[in-house]
């Protein structure tokens, strides 16, 4: 499965927490833990956009694991 733009609205969901999906990837785990915890202090569109492109990043840089192919088809279909 090809990793969807920044531009999905599911990384945004993801980033913020209005989606809560269960990682198998730890990677994806971690970041989005530190991406909460950054947003809780600075809520700004731009840092937001920042920490999309974080999140899609580390799916895009380890996309042949199976891990990261089970949380793509999990949070995209």
């Known amino acids: 499965m090809d990793v969807p733009p920044a531009t999905h609205p599911v990384w945004s969901d993801i980033a913020t927490g209005r989606l809560k999906p269960e990682f198998d990837f730890l990677a994806a785990k971690i970041i ?3 991406i909460s915890r950054k947003l ?3 809520q700004s569109m731009a840092h937001l956009w920042t920490y999309v492109h974080e999140l899609r990043e580390i799916f895009v ?3 042949d694991l199976p ?3 089970r949380d ?3 949070i995209f279909g």
């Open 72 to 74: 793509l088809k999990k």
């Open 32 to 34: 989005v833990g530190t």
């Open 40 to 42: 809780a202090s600075d």
């Open 61 to 63: 840089q380890n996309a």
């Open 67 to 69: 891990k990261v192919q």
